[in-house]
Nanobody, 114 residues
């Protein structure tokens, strides 16, 4: 089974940027979809970006225009570019991949604070 490992989380000031990476242990080209969720303390996990195998993307209103999802099949890596970060973006960010099952990474912490 393919494993996912996120990286790139950090402490950043409001208005700053971060790029998260999700490296897969195998090919990602066969996944039906991949994406990112996040979970803040005391809150439910929420979807922040998804990309289908056809390249179609989805973003909720809370991050639209600030976050961009992309993938590099040659590197078996999914990315999340996050700009204009706000304190409300503070959460653990998880990548996922859908084939016949849903595979999750272990998460990476993003903290937005001055």
């Amino acid at each position: 089974q393919v494993q996912l490992v996120e990286s790139g989380g950090d402490l950043v000031q409001p208005g700053g940027s971060l790029r998260l990476s999700c490296a897969a242990s195998g090919s990602i080209s066969s996944f039906v979809a991949m994406g990112w969720h996040r979970q803040a303390p005391g809150k439910q996990r929420e979807l922040v970006a998804s990309m289908g195998s056809d390249g179609v993307t989805f973003y909720p209103d809370s991050v639209k225009g600030r976050f961009t999802i992309s993938r590099d099949n040659a590197k078996n890596t999914l990315y999340l570019q996050m700009n204009s970060l706000e304190p409300e973006d503070t959460a653990v960010y998880y990548c996922y991949a859908i084939s016949v099952i849903v595979i999750w990474g272990q998460g990476t912490q993003v903290t937005v604070s001055s």
